[in-house]
């Protein structure tokens, strides 16, 4: 148990604000130590789950403060995956395959399946870790992420073998030889293949237009009450207008910032004194001869219920107002729901559980969402030039293929950049009048890089709380601005308030994931389906050979 919980300090920590990023290169050696041959496999099992439950217990805990219920079943369902892991490890060890070949499809074909499964969430990779060390993580606009996190899950497996082979002495035997070089040359590959996609991007971008970002620094607590709604959106227009008179073309503003659904199919229902009716005044108003403006707000549609006219769906979507004082005729509704924070599983498969879900949470309302289905592009015009882009909601932005289906279809580049809006207030604590943020607003922030160079596609963030930064093709996220007022340097703006105006960096190529997708993520899932096939058919085939020869 002490190796297996030595390997999730090392995961917890290379994830950290600070860079401690090189654990990640030997994270799963004392967990490939620990699954021996000639360990008895049930009790390896049970220590591996233990220690796998209070790994996501440590790491999920921002999710407590919303959902209590989904912090807990999400920890207990993702530490399922450390026994399967080691009982994979502990197959492949018994029948003496190198563990660098071995690696990359357990670990990462585990990263794969945690990236489907339960709508998908792809959170504390490998590769993660990495996402400052741009020459390294180039790769993933073939790969993806998981390239990454195959290369240093081989590293990974070469150090295990090298461990094995000193205790054998077996060092220069010419299989650990050929794990060498092969590590050594894909280490050089990749690095040489960074450095010249660094170097292509330099004479490939364009510059496009100034785009702006607000962001406020509201908890969830606060933003909550609606009777704070008239505030927020004052506040928000105030950050808004500096940014146009920094000459921003677009100002983004968070997710749900605005306290009422603001589709015209639903305020066509209302009384004309109703808080949505004021709101969209007011933005219009704003955003008339001045900028777009794109803002996070519900949606809802209207229909009969009961004889009565009463909400049926409701969404989390992005508006677009126009300089010409009129909304853009499509919304954005997010397509990619949190489960337990945005929706409730199992209201139609295990009613029961539902009710109980529901019992537990803080709302006295039904909370669930309806997804979106469309990919939707919305356009602008600065200059003499017509632009598109698309809109990531909160956590989509950790989706790499919604993600990819709104930058490119048919093989087609069809938006110029993405905007991200989000908001963290979630995950942030206020006390003493402060807000103080956790670790999920950095980690997330670093996940958003892979999806820029996934796609060779600007990310521009708006983010409640932090961290609101503009990532550029490449994955740099950029410090500084053209005009604002949040720090100069991006990591830091967190638990702060305030705006920024910048260039958005354009590049029209259309990359090989962005043409074929999570491709690698399919490979190594089911590498891992067929290790874990064979794993288990041998261990049920030991059980049953002792049960016969007593």
Request: glycine letters at 8%; proline letters at 5%; one cysteine or more.
């Amino acid at each position: 148990m002490a190796a297996f919980a030595c390997s999730a300090i090392c995961l917890t920590l290379m994830q950290a604000p600070h860079d401690l990023s090189f654990l990640a290169w030997i994270a799963w050696v004392p967990f490939m130590l620990a699954c021996g041959p000639e360990q008895r496999t049930r009790p390896l099992l049970v220590a591996a789950y233990m220690v796998g439950l209070v790994y996501w217990l440590c790491n999920l805990y921002w999710l407590w403060q919303v959902t209590a219920p989904g912090y807990v079943i999400f920890s207990m369902i993702f530490g399922i995956y450390w026994p399967l892991l080691a009982l994979a490890v502990q197959f492949v060890r018994r029948k003496g395959w190198p563990l660098f070949v071995a690696a990359p499809v357990i670990f990462v074909g585990a990263e794969a399946w945690q990236g489907y499964l339960f709508t998908g969430f792809q959170w504390y990779f490998l590769g993660h870790s990495q996402y400052a060390h741009l020459q390294l993580i180039q790769i993933s606009d073939v790969f993806g992420a998981l390239g990454v996190s195959a290369l240093i899950a081989i590293i990974n497996g070469f150090v295990a073998d090298s461990v094995f082979a000193f205790r054998k002495k077996t060092l220069f035997r010419y299989v650990h030889l050929a794990g060498l070089s092969i590590a050594c040359f894909l280490l050089v590959l990749v690095w040489s293949y960074g450095g010249r996609r660094l170097a292509e991007s330099r004479t490939l971008e364009t510059e496009g237009p100034l785009l702006g970002s607000v962001q406020p620094n509201v908890p969830t607590s606060v933003k909550e009450e609606i009777s704070n709604g008239p505030q927020i959106l004052n506040n928000l227009i105030a950050d808004s207008e500096q940014c146009v008179k920094a000459g921003a073309a677009l100002v983004a503003w968070p997710e749900t910032m605005v306290l009422a659904p603001m589709n015209q199919g639903y305020i066509d229902y209302l009384e004309s004194d109703a808080p949505a009716i004021r709101y969209q005044r007011q933005i219009m108003e704003h955003a008339k001869d001045r900028a777009y403006i794109l803002f996070g707000a519900p949606g809802a549609d209207v229909g009969i219920r009961q004889g009565e006219y009463d909400v049926t769906n409701q969404y989390n979507s992005a508006f677009l107002y126009q300089p010409d004082g009129t909304e853009a005729a499509k919304r954005y509704d997010k397509m990619h729901l949190v489960p337990f924070g945005e929706y409730v599983p199992f209201s139609k498969t295990a009613p029961w559980i539902y009710r109980a879900i529901m019992w537990l949470t803080p709302y006295d309302y039904d909370y669930n969402l309806t997804a979106g289905t469309e990919h939707t592009l919305f356009s602008m015009r600065s200059g003499d030039k017509t632009y598109a882009f698309a809109v990531l909601i909160c956590y989509e932005d950790t989706d790499a293929t919604v993600t990819r289906k709104h930058v490119v279809q048919a093989g087609q580049k069809r938006a110029d950049w993405l905007v991200n809006l989000s908001n963290d207030g979630w995950y942030v604590r206020y006390k003493d009048g402060k807000v103080l943020p956790s670790v999920e607003l950095a980690q997330r922030t670093a996940i958003s890089v892979f999806r820029a160079i996934e796609n060779r596609v600007s990310i521009l963030r708006s983010v409640n709380t932090g961290i609101s930064c503009l990532i550029e093709p490449t994955g740099h996220i950029r410090d500084g601005y053209r005009a604002g007022t949040l720090p100069p340097e991006a990591m830091e703006r967190q638990g702060v308030a305030g705006w920024f105006v910048d260039a958005i960096p354009i590049d029209s190529r259309v990359t090989f994931f962005g043409r074929h997708g999570r491709w690698l993520d399919i490979v190594l899932g089911i590498g891992l389906a067929i290790i874990l096939g064979l794993a288990v058919r041998n261990y049920l085939g030991r059980i049953y050979s002792k049960e016969n020869q007593i």
